[in-house]
């Protein structure tokens, strides 16, 4: 086996992965190579966000989520400022090979096939780092400026860039470097100035074009922003990310036509990518044609089942056009076709409830449990349409029966809540003492309690409640001793009231 060439506990390492038993596998190979910086991540979306703003040195991610489209992350870490060549492996359980080399066309360095063998991907690791730490001269050079930039060390950075033009290299990557120290010290205009002159000599190189773009719209100069991505784009046409991220722009500035251009041209390269499909349909919408609109998020949807948004913008959208039997179709169409997706029946009973339907909701959500016997979600809905009827004995019972399914004493709590927030106060008392009866304890049965006492101005219990909340220890209590002080003064008040309405004996 290879020998390490490099630290591996200097190493930082994030993992991607929606499954824990996968996360926890990797971690453990890591840990066995001595890396112990390991940062995880559960969610596409999470992660698409960390690696926009924290260093890595080795990223490994699964290819698949059901909120986010991977190779939109790889695409990310690519067009990343600085520091944007840190080696990504990239796991897959689907033996797709376009996928796999769309993954490696994005930046991807390598690949693996789940489920994996500890030594395989240890041999795999270890060979990717030794790659990435063995760089020749030069690229060594400039990864040490960039981690200077990174550290925020500007004048060591610029110090390093002044060896490298005296020693008569030119390379485009030391201008645009400059540009981003001057971009860290907020000196936005000097940058702007180093880029236009930067791409006056190289063309051809991307990142000039990607900064000056980017500093434009920090400047609020949209039009220039863009005209700079328009040209980033004609020399660079297949980079997704960048064609939704100025789609998205157009949008903002009511250009419709070329923004779905733009988001078409992006679709071009991912039939799949949700940014894109989202984006296509808000286009359409904004630009008046609903029913591309809802087509688009259709295949939202189809591509990513367990994202609700689609769905919820479906409804937004026909609700705003005064289109709501389109909303409803859609709904029953997505409820009849995939009777497995819990969120479609929560979404239409909610629809139907705003519609003043609420027994047509109950239908829904009543035919959802017949399904996902045990799904919480949906008994909870069904209490809130109940509760908001003012039938608190059917709220009760909605519980009770989820309870006989299940045994989720945890239930107690958003009863108690439901209770309390449709005003039913002796009914959240009932609820909250139960549940200390059945031994289940939560902070915020007090709160619940202090709450539904002083809306039944039964004072004497809400200042024993109160008490008890102020000598919990705990650095979170949520009653404070000047409230304590209030309680106890209403509670004198009423008293001398009380005293004032006895008749005189004499």
Same mark, same amino acid.
């Given at each position: 086996m290879e020998t390490p060439q490099f630290k591996p506990d200097s190493i930082r390492v994030l993992v991607v992965d929606e499954h824990g038993l996968i996360r926890k596998s990797i971690g453990k190979?890591?840990?066995? !190579?001595?890396?112990?910086?390991?940062?995880?991540?559960?969610s596409g979306r999470e992660a698409s966000s960390i690696v926009q703003t924290v260093d890595f040195d080795l990223i490994i991610m699964n290819l698949y989520y059901t909120d986010y489209d991977g190779h939109g992350i790889i695409e990310q870490i690519r067009n990343r400022d600085s520091l944007s060549d840190s080696p990504i492996l990239v796991l897959s359980g689907q033996t797709d090979k376009e996928d796999i080399v769309k993954a490696i066309d994005k930046g991807?360095?390598?690949? !693996?096939?789940?489920?994996?063998?500890?030594?395989?991907?240890?041999?795999?690791?270890?060979? !990717?780092?030794?790659?990435?730490?063995?760089?020749?001269?030069?690229?060594?050079?400039?990864?040490?400026?960039?981690?200077?930039?990174?550290?925020?060390?500007?004048?060591?950075?610029?110090?390093?860039?002044?060896?490298?033009v005296k020693a008569g290299k030119k390379l485009p990557a030391l201008g645009y470097l400059?540009?981003?120290?001057?971009?860290?010290?907020?000196?936005?205009?000097?940058?702007?100035?180093?880029?236009?002159?930067?791409?006056?000599?190289?063309?051809?190189?991307?990142?000039?074009?990607?900064?000056?773009?980017?500093?434009?719209?920090?400047?609020g100069k949209h039009q220039l922003g863009i005209e700079s991505f328009e040209k980033e784009l004609q020399l660079n046409p297949k980079n997704v990310f960048r064609q939704i991220r100025l789609a998205n722009l157009l949008v903002r500035t009511k250009r419709y036509k070329e923004a779905k251009e733009h988001f078409r041209q992006a679709l071009?390269?991912?039939?799949?990518?949700?940014?894109?499909?989202?984006? !296509?349909?808000?286009?359409?919408?904004?630009?008046?044609?609903?029913?591309?609109?809802?087509?688009y998020l259709k295949r939202h949807r189809r591509g990513f089942p367990k994202d609700s948004k689609s769905l919820e913008a479906i409804v937004k959208f026909c609700r705003f056009s005064q289109q709501d039997r389109l909303a409803e179709l859609a709904l029953k169409d997505e409820k009849k076709n995939h009777p497995d997706r819990l969120d479609t029946y929560i979404i239409l009973a909610r629809f139907l409830l705003q519609d003043e339907r609420p027994e047509d909701g109950i239908k829904v959500l009543k035919k959802g449990i017949e399904i996902h016997k045990e799904e919480f979600t949906l008994y909870h809905c069904w209490a809130q349409i109940v509760a908001s009827q003012g039938v608190p004995d059917e709220v009760d019972a909605i519980f009770t029966s989820y309870r006989n399914q299940t045994s989720d004493l945890a239930s107690y709590l958003p009863q108690a809540k439901l209770f309390l927030k449709y005003n039913f106060y002796s009914r959240a008392v009932d609820t909250v003492h139960t549940a200390l009866i059945k031994k289940i304890r939560h902070p915020i049965f007090l709160d619940i309690l202090n709450s539904s006492f002083q809306e039944q101005e039964e004072l004497g219990c809400a200042y024993m409640v109160q008490r008890k909340i102020l000598s919990n220890k705990s650095d979170k209590n949520t009653i404070s001793p000047l409230t304590l002080k209030k309680t106890v003064k209403k509670i004198k008040m009423r008293r001398s009231i009380e005293r004032a309405k006895i008749p005189d004996a004499s």
């Open positions: 190979v890591l840990d066995f !190579m001595g890396i112990t910086e390991i940062e995880e991540s559960h991807a360095t390598e690949y !693996m096939l789940l489920p994996f063998k500890s030594e395989d991907l240890k041999k795999k690791l270890l060979a !990717m780092l030794n790659h990435y730490f063995s760089p020749n001269k030069t690229v060594k050079a400039l990864r040490k400026i960039e981690t200077l930039i990174s550290s925020r060390d500007f004048d060591q950075a610029l110090q390093a860039i002044s060896t490298f400059r540009a981003v120290i001057e971009k860290e010290r907020d000196d936005l205009n000097l940058a702007i100035d180093i880029l236009e002159e930067q791409i006056e000599l190289y063309p051809d190189f991307l990142k000039n074009y990607k900064l000056l773009t980017d500093l434009y719209l920090k400047q071009l390269e991912d039939s799949k990518n949700g940014e894109a499909l989202f984006g !296509m349909a808000i286009a359409y919408f904004k630009d008046g044609n609903l029913e591309k609109s809802i087509y």
